[in-house]
């Protein structure tokens, strides 16, 4: 398979309707199948709804591809704030990986995340694809980052790699940084 013929598009979360929200879920089921009880009911881990999908499609339109952007705020120990674009559901049908498509699918996810201001994006994977986001300029950060639901609850996040890049000029903060969904 090649992605000469695949569309890539940028829908914010007000263009998506119900039956796009469907087939959506659906997709990511297939990918994702342990978290069913999760995408039967919306797109998104942790309470938070995507600002904005980066979305594949083939020629017939179905979909082979798809990136979330959900809005973050860093803290670190001084209490400084960052906006953060945080990816996730990173996903391509069997039949497109290792074309390409999903490097292409952060880039544009990326590209758009800069547009809107965001300083940094971060993630969180599972060890073994570590080396693919380190390929695509993600690095693993010096210090602990730790997702929060609220100050005394941490999430036990099943990816256990927390991953930045950097969108603009601005280095990524020093020391421990705590994510949160936007304060």
């Not at 600002?51 to 179905?62: H, I, N, Q």
């Not at 980052?145 to 999430?155: A, D, N, S, V």
Request: a negative charge.
């Amino acid at each position: 398979m090649t992605t000469d013929d695949i569309t890539i598009e940028i829908l914010d979360e007000n263009e998506i309707d119900s039956a796009l929200d469907t087939k959506l879920r659906e997709f990511l089921i297939a990918i994702f199948p342990n978290w069913e009880t999760v995408f039967r009911t919306r797109r998104a881990w942790h309470d938070a709804p995507p600002v904005f999908t980066t979305l594949a499609r083939d020629r017939e339109g179905k979909i082979v591809g798809h990136v979330a952007v959900v809005e973050r705020t860093l803290t670190t120990n001084w209490n400084y704030r960052y906006r953060a674009a945080s990816v996730q559901g990173v996903s391509v049908a069997p039949e497109y990986r290792k074309t390409g498509l999903s490097s292409k699918l952060l880039d544009k996810s990326l590209d758009e995340a800069r547009r809107r201001g965001y300083p940094y994006a971060i993630l969180f994977c599972r060890e073994p694809l570590v080396h693919f986001y380190e390929r695509n300029s993600w690095r693993l950060p010096n210090d602990s980052m730790i997702m929060w639901r609220e100050r005394e609850l941490p999430i036990h996040m099943q990816s256990n790699c927390p991953m930045y890049r950097e969108l603009t000029d601005k280095p990524f903060p020093e020391g421990p940084v705590d994510v949160h969904n936007p304060l």
